[in-house]
């Protein structure tokens, strides 16, 4: 990197992308400046780790603003629920009022003006709400997480042998939270070239949910089975197992979607922004095997 090394604010720094894209950032040599809710183990961490840890909260613009002072580039993430469209617009006009030169957003591979899920629609009127900013904007819409694997409503069945979706023939590329921190970090280093543009970010192989199932039980070295069901059926599960409203709502729509082809594709955009192909999904289940067989350490 040249003397005037680049600032960046990383925003969502304890969250899977953030926590990767911080990590990939300061590799490249970058100023990494992380924005978390609270000073915590997990924000202690990334301190230890060399970035500039600031305190905020994309719903207070005012606690934006003085995190964004002095970067040049920022990276915009938002969970699944409620309140994304403010988040956005909160960032954006931080971002214009302290000349911030560059803003990485992480969409949905599923944005959809006309989905079901408020999830997926309120995340294509996110893009949207950039794209008349003015800013110098760039989206990214990954499939998929890998992590999802790991989440609390997928992890007891898969310990039990079970790969549980309700998604039928769909199929999608999966992708891990670690390849698109690199992503993301290529892209708030050297941005030039893709301002304005969209890029989707998949793993390495497309494939249904039966190939998925298949993989996982080579990686883990014991039967994984895919379970097709009702999306209505998944959904009500979901509610009994204290899955928040929000996200409950979203995948009642979004796996219409993926049925419907949403999530289909495969891309190299991974490797061609950052010069290494991302982790397959058996490479996924091995590094994470212990926690997936519920192996107690």
Same mark, same amino acid.
């Given at each position: ?7 960046? *604010? ?9 926590? &990767?894209?911080?990590?990939?950032? *300061?590799? !490249? ?5 992380? %924005? ?13 780790? /060399? ?22 580039a920022?990276? %915009? ?10 988040a ?5 006009? &931080? ?11 992480l ?22 709400? +950039?794209?008349?900013?003015? +800013? ?5 819409? #990954?499939?998929?997480? =890998?992590?999802w =694997? ?6 007891p069945? %898969?310990?039990?042998?079970? +790969? ?14 670690d ?9 708030? =280093? ?10 989707? *970010?998949? /793993? ?18 014991? #039967? ?5 069901? #009702? ?6 599960? *979901?509610k009994?197992? /204290? ?9 009642? /729509? ?11 594709? &495969? ?23 212990? %926690? !997936? ?5």
């Amino acid at each position: 990197m040249p003397a005037d090394t680049k600032t960046v *604010l990383i925003s969502g720094a304890t969250g899977d992308t953030g926590r &990767a894209a911080v990590r990939a950032s *300061l590799a !490249l040599g970058m100023n990494v400046r992380a %924005l978390v809710h609270r000073i915590d183990e997990r924000s202690d961490a990334l301190a230890e780790s /060399g970035a500039e840890i600031v305190t905020g909260d994309l719903l207070d613009i005012n606690t934006l603003r003085p995190a964004m002072e002095g970067t040049e580039a920022a990276y %915009l993430v938002w969970p699944v629920q409620p309140h994304l469209i403010h988040a956005t617009v909160n960032f954006a006009q &931080a971002a214009k009022e302290t000349g911030v030169g560059t803003l990485i957003n992480l969409s949905q591979r599923s944005a959809d003006r006309e989905s079901t899920s408020d999830s997926c629609r309120d995340t294509f009127i996110a893009e949207e709400v +950039l794209n008349w900013s003015g +800013l110098d904007v760039i989206h990214l819409r #990954p499939t998929y997480f =890998l992590e999802w =694997l790991l989440y609390p409503w997928q992890l007891p069945y %898969l310990r039990q042998g079970i +790969l549980r979706m309700p998604v039928g023939k769909g199929r999608h590329s999966p992708v891990a939270a670690d390849d698109q921190g690199r992503a993301i970090a290529a892209l708030l =280093l050297r941005p030039e070239g893709h301002i304005g543009t969209t890029i989707p *970010l998949s /793993g390495p192989v497309e494939m249904d949910h039966e190939q998925m199932a298949a993989e996982l039980s080579e990686a883990l070295g014991r #039967p994984i089975v895919f379970q097709d069901l #009702p999306v209505a059926e998944y959904v009500d599960s *979901l509610k009994e197992m /204290g899955v928040p409203p929000y996200i409950v709502q979203h995948l009642g /729509g979004a796996m219409v979607d993926y049925q419907n082809g949403h999530m289909s594709g &495969a891309d190299d955009n991974i490797e061609r922004l950052t010069g290494r192909r991302p982790m397959t999904v058996g490479e996924f289940a091995r590094a994470h095997a212990d %926690l !997936l067989n519920g192996v107690s350490g």
